[in-house]
């Protein structure tokens, strides 16, 4: 892609209103523009970063044994209040009347909606276990939308839900979903906790939270820095520093983002809507669940809490919305234009995601740009190229600098990918 052709409306300074780090470089590098309070656009670079995070996602969660799907967004009332929560949940959810007369609501989550799936259409023990999973945007009516996609009235979501014969085989599931969920938010470059929660109006026995250490999260745990054990405070509990119950050092308080938060949610939704299965004797057993979810659009600004600079955001390269910027100084000197276009052309041949920064622009604002919106490995070719015929290559999370000779640069950067 050439930037001179790209959608990238990048800003100076920070704009007004965007309180957290990861809000203002999100607005400032392009990657969204809101359209009300709490509501969203995904520009072009913002919507490579958000498909990156789901290919990791998919990547993960289809090796472990789960089987993608799309619900509804459009769910009818009478399901939550089979379980009661169109009540547990209140003002939050958004509903509506449509011409119809049916009661109907904007999915805020779909445990419901996949239980009543799963009873239409599971029957026997020789169907279960049962992983599936969808990424879908959700609708919540916020009180106070915050913090950009942190705190959104529209989000994108991966929801799984397990089902199995019995209290063994959830055991089983939650682990491996507990697996897949370390191997996800390390791959996005995150330092995180797992921390067990309170499972508030999702119901059941058990449930881990997973949160990313950030100055702007809203929720406070308590971190021990000699064994790495963190834990939350219940609802209604204020925060407090405690001594660690596993090493006895006193813990710190830390501000944290929550990105996931998986339940063993026992029978609580099968029970309430009828979802049962025949076993061996041909007894009729209800379905034991669970359920996994993951705020793909809230990850994005907790991987830039997390790594950024004082320049703009380092994306951590499997998230890099492109994993290489090639940046000539000058774009009238033909030399120099040439040497670019042509090792554009070698990557895109080699598949490898690049924006070539085309504009007839002075360097200072092509490096300045190049910094703000992260792109894992810069590529320059200027003086250094006009004197010794050698690009100059920067890593962004390190800012190392090094010069590779032209007939080398393409292997370089692929040894650095």
């Known amino acids: 892609m050439f930037w001179s052709k790209s959608f990238i409306p990048t800003l100076k300074e920070n704009p007004e209103g965007a309180e957290s780090m990861a809000h203002q470089l999100m607005l400032r590098a392009g990657l969204i523009r809101m359209l009300m309070a709490g509501v969203y656009t995904y520009m072009p670079l913002g919507l490579k970063v958000l498909n990156n995070i789901e290919e990791i996602i ?26 009661g929560r169109d009540e547990l949940i209140g003002e939050v959810m958004i509903r509506f009347t449509d011409r119809r007369n049916r009661k109907i609501a904007l999915g805020p989550t779909h445990e419901e909606v996949i239980t009543e799936l799963v009873k239409d259409n599971v029957s026997s023990y ?7 999973y969808q990424i879908q945007t959700k609708f919540r009516d916020e009180i106070r ?3 950009g996609v942190v705190r959104a009235c529209e989000f994108i979501m991966k929801d799984a839900y397990s089902f199995d014969r019995d209290s063994e085989g959830l055991d089983k599931n939650y682990q491996t979903m507990f697996g897949a969920y370390n191997s996800i938010f390390k791959r996005c470059g995150l330092n995180f906790y797992s921390i067990q929660a309170d499972s508030g109006v999702m119901g059941g026995d058990e449930s881990c939270e997973f949160m990313v250490p950030a100055p702007s999260g809203e929720d406070v745990v308590n971190h021990c820095k000699a064994c790495g054990f963190a834990q939350g405070f219940k609802e209604g509990e204020g925060a407090k520093q405690a001594d660690c ?10 501000n944290t983002v929550e990105v996931g938060h998986i339940f ?6 099968s ?18 669940m669970g359920c996994y979810g993951i705020g793909v659009s809230r990850l994005i ?5 997390q790594n950024h600079d004082k320049f703009g955001i380092i994306w951590p390269k499997e998230i890099s919305p492109y994993k290489v910027i090639i940046t000539s100084v000058d774009a009238t000197q033909e030399k120099i234009r040439q040497a670019a276009q042509d090792i554009y052309d070698e990557l895109n041949k080699e598949n490898i995601p690049v924006i070539f920064d085309d504009r007839d622009e002075r360097a200072g604002v092509k490096f300045k740009d190049a910094d703000l919106i992260g792109v894992y490995l810069q590529v320059v070719i200027g003086k250094e190229f006009l004197e010794k015929g050698c690009f100059e290559l920067k890593l962004r999370s390190s800012n190392e600098k090094m010069l590779v000779r032209q007939p080398d640069v393409l292997n370089k950067i692929k040894e650095l990918l």
């Open 58 to 83: 998919r990547e993960e969660l289809n090796q472990a044994g789960a089987q993608e799907l799309l619900l509804p967004a459009l769910q009818p009332l009478e399901l939550w209040k089979k379980t």
């Open 126 to 132: 020789r169907q279960l276990p049962l992983v599936l």
């Open 145 to 147: 939308p915050r913090f």
């Open 245 to 254: 119950p596993k090493c006895k050092n006193k813990m710190e308080l830390v």
């Open 264 to 269: 063993k949610l026992g029978k609580k939704y």
């Open 271 to 288: 029970e309430s809507l009828g979802a049962r299965f025949l076993d061996e004797k041909g007894v009729l057993q209800t379905i034991i």
């Open 301 to 305: 600004a907790a991987i830039i809490e």
